[in-house]
């Protein structure tokens, strides 16, 4: 006590949950009625979340694969790291579910996630990991130019390309159908497809055909390359190589 001021300082750490407290004042040997109850809790780090898919040791074939997986109630969120590399952005958290969709595509390789929650400010261990794989490519998928002469093509400023980058995607020599497919141009030539971006969507057809629209030469003499893949199928990869030529 000083004056009419006290202080209570626990010898040991409060027991997480839920706390109802009263006082009582002691003078010369007489003790006084209870204090109004004051109530608090203390909040204690949320156990590891658990990840549920993608499967142990599966292989995944889509580009960006989502990772989902329960955490304790009222987590906030969670946060993944692939080894010991955290993952940008963070699996918002509905109920004890909780799904994480990557911002990038999953490079080929493998891979080994852990998920952590958080909660108050606490935060939980980490997971057991998780790992998966992305193939960097299947000797059974093929992506042919429809014209050959298409890549390693070089064009003068300012000219389309006459050469189309039309591709067929093949497995096991049978044409993949309704396959989506994205061509994008990598490089800083100023080259862009005729719709004014530099990726365009497509779609494989009854033949395993995807058509590419009219690509047109930047006015920055350079290489780049024009890269052929799927959403949905991470085995699908082609780069075609081109090179902006000025004008003679």
Known sequence: MTGTAWTYTPSSDWAPG??????????????????????????????????ISPEEGAVVTELRQQVTGTADLEVEKVTLADGNTPLPTEAPVTGTAWTYTPSSDWTPGQHTLTATAHRSGLTSPASTPRHFSVPTSSPTVSVELMDSDADYQAAQADRSFTHKLDVRITDHDVAVRTLPIIFTVNGSTGSEFGTGATTYPSRTDDNGVAPATTLYAGDTPDSFTVTVTSPDRADVRRDIHLTVQPRS
């Open 18 to 51: 839920q706390h109802t407290l009263t006082a009582t004042a002691h003078r010369s040997g007489l003790t006084s009625p209870a204090s109004a109850p004051r109530h608090f809790s203390v909040s204690s780090a949320p156990a590891a979340p658990v990840i």
